[in-house]
């Protein structure tokens, strides 16, 4: 296959909407509506090239029932080997959670919508369908009682301890970036395997049906109290860019990505992408390698995509060549 333009930059309108080129196996579609036949299956679950020492790491923490944290820079897979696991360990869906300085505990146990109620009640009190006119029957009827699980979220925390015969993996994303007094809060929560809803632990129900971060899928909860049978399986990442306190770090199995040589990359763009005929990927390899030692911080999935693009006789004009290299392969910095 040949790079070919589909933006010109011209403005010229086409007779006929192009049709772009199957994307790259890793940013093809997972759901059913955007699927496209020609795209080989890609998960990070069957490419993941793991290191032996994040394998020990792994089983480590599964024996000891700790979260692993796992350290790095940006692109390092950090984020992706919890796919794997959770493959491995046929234990479903990954529960992801993913940091930013907004990010509470409280939000990832659960959210409590009392506006949402309140309104919910105030519309069934004047009569008129809270949904859709096919739902108004059911909703009269069931006006009578109080719903208050419609208006719980467990968040993915929260899911995660739901009880349940096989442990779920959390995967919880860029820790680094949460308020200072996050880490310790977690601890709290991890230790003890279990949390308590209020909210449903004053209700006059014992039991209350709520909302999971499973699509579709509810919990009864009773007493208000969440606890789980198994302790997630969980998986803490970091970029560095803070340090964490002790009585955190003594709870986790840690382990830092070790840096990446010509082998592990070679085997990781050959575990994501069929070989062509004319390969340059030893040679985008090899210069990515350069550039990590000269202590430059890339990523794998920029590496990926270069290789995805340039690799072949696909860009035969040898400056466009460099030029887009330069493009895909720009520095990020501090990440
Ligand atoms: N060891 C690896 N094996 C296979 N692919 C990898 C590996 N490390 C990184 N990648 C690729 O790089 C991309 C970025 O990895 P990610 O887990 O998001 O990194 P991080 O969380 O450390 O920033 C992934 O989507 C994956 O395609
Ligand atoms: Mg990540």
Same mark, same amino acid.
């Given at each position: 296959?040949?790079?070919?333009?589909?933006?010109?930059?011209?403005?010229?309108?086409p007779?006929?909407?192009q049709?772009?080129?199957?994307?790259p196996?890793?940013?093809?579609?997972?759901?059913?509506?955007?699927?496209?036949?020609?795209?080989?299956s890609?998960?990070?679950?069957s490419?993941?090239?793991?290191?032996p020492g994040?394998?020990d790491?792994?089983?480590?923490? /599964?024996?000891?029932?700790?979260?692993?944290?796992?350290?790095?820079?940006a692109?390092?897979?950090?984020?992706?080997?919890?796919?794997?696991?959770?493959?491995?360990?046929?234990?479903g869906?990954?529960l992801?959670?993913h940091?930013?300085?907004?990010?509470?505990?409280?939000?990832?146990l659960?959210?409590?919508?009392? /506006?949402?109620?309140?309104?919910a009640?105030?519309?069934?009190?004047?009569?008129?369908?809270?949904?859709?006119?096919g739902?108004?029957?059911?909703?009269?009827?069931?006006?009578?009682?109080?719903?208050?699980?419609?208006?719980?979220q467990?968040?993915?925390?929260?899911?995660?301890l739901?009880?349940?015969r096989?442990?779920?993996?959390?995967?919880?994303?860029?820790?680094?970036?949460?308020?200072?007094?996050?880490?310790?809060?977690?601890l709290?929560?991890?230790?003890r395997?279990?949390f308590e809803?209020p909210e449903?632990?004053?209700h006059?129900?014992?039991?209350?049906t709520?909302?999971?971060?499973?699509?579709?899928v509810?919990?009864?909860?009773?007493?208000?109290?969440?606890?789980?049978?198994?302790?997630?399986?969980?998986? /803490?990442?970091s970029?560095g860019?803070?340090?964490f306190?002790a009585?955190? /770090?003594?709870?986790?199995v840690?382990f830092?990505?070790?840096?990446?040589?010509?082998?592990?990359?070679?085997s990781?763009?050959?575990?994501?992408?069929?070989?062509?005929?004319?390969?340059?990927?030893d040679?985008l390899?090899?210069?990515?390698?350069?550039?990590l030692?000269?202590?430059?911080?890339?990523?794998?999935?920029?590496?990926?995509s270069?290789?995805?693009?340039l690799r072949?006789?696909?860009?035969?004009d040898?400056e466009?060549?460099?030029?887009?290299?330069?493009?895909?392969?720009?520095?990020l910095?501090?990440?």
């Amino acid at each position: 296959m040949n790079w070919t333009p589909y933006y010109t930059g011209t403005g010229s309108v086409p007779e006929q909407p192009q049709q772009l080129p199957p994307p790259p196996p890793w940013r093809a579609p997972t759901g059913k509506t955007g699927a496209t036949d020609a795209v080989p299956s890609s998960s990070p679950a069957s490419t993941y090239q793991a290191d032996p020492g994040l394998v020990d790491a792994v089983n480590a923490a /599964l024996h000891l029932r700790r979260p692993l944290l796992l350290t790095g820079p940006a692109g390092s897979g950090k984020s992706s080997v919890i796919e794997q696991i959770a493959t491995e360990l046929g234990l479903g869906s990954v529960l992801r959670w993913h940091i930013t300085s907004r990010s509470t505990l409280a939000d990832a146990l659960y959210r409590y919508d009392a /506006l949402g109620r309140i309104h919910a009640y105030n519309l069934r009190a004047i009569g008129r369908p809270v949904a859709s006119r096919g739902r108004v029957a059911r909703r009269s009827t069931r006006s009578a009682r109080d719903d208050i699980g419609d208006f719980v979220q467990l968040g993915p925390l929260g899911t995660a301890l739901v009880p349940g015969r096989l442990p779920r993996a959390l995967l919880i994303d860029e820790i680094d970036k949460s308020d200072l007094d996050l880490p310790s809060d977690l601890l709290d929560v991890l230790e003890r395997g279990r949390f308590e809803i209020p909210e449903l632990a004053r209700h006059s129900k014992r039991h209350v049906t709520v909302r999971t971060a499973d699509p579709g899928v509810r919990h009864e909860v009773e007493d208000g109290l969440v606890e789980c049978e198994q302790f997630p399986v969980i998986v /803490l990442t970091s970029n560095g860019e803070r340090d964490f306190p002790a009585p955190f /770090l003594r709870r986790c199995v840690r382990f830092d990505m070790p840096a990446l040589t010509v082998s592990t990359l070679t085997s990781i763009v050959e575990a994501h992408l069929e070989k062509v005929e004319e390969d340059t990927t030893d040679a985008l390899v090899n210069a990515f390698v350069d550039r990590l030692n000269r202590g430059e911080n890339l990523a794998v999935d920029q590496l990926l995509s270069a290789v995805h693009l340039l690799r072949g006789s696909r860009v035969q004009d040898e400056e466009q060549r460099t030029r887009l290299q330069e493009l895909l392969l720009q520095g990020l910095g501090r990440g």
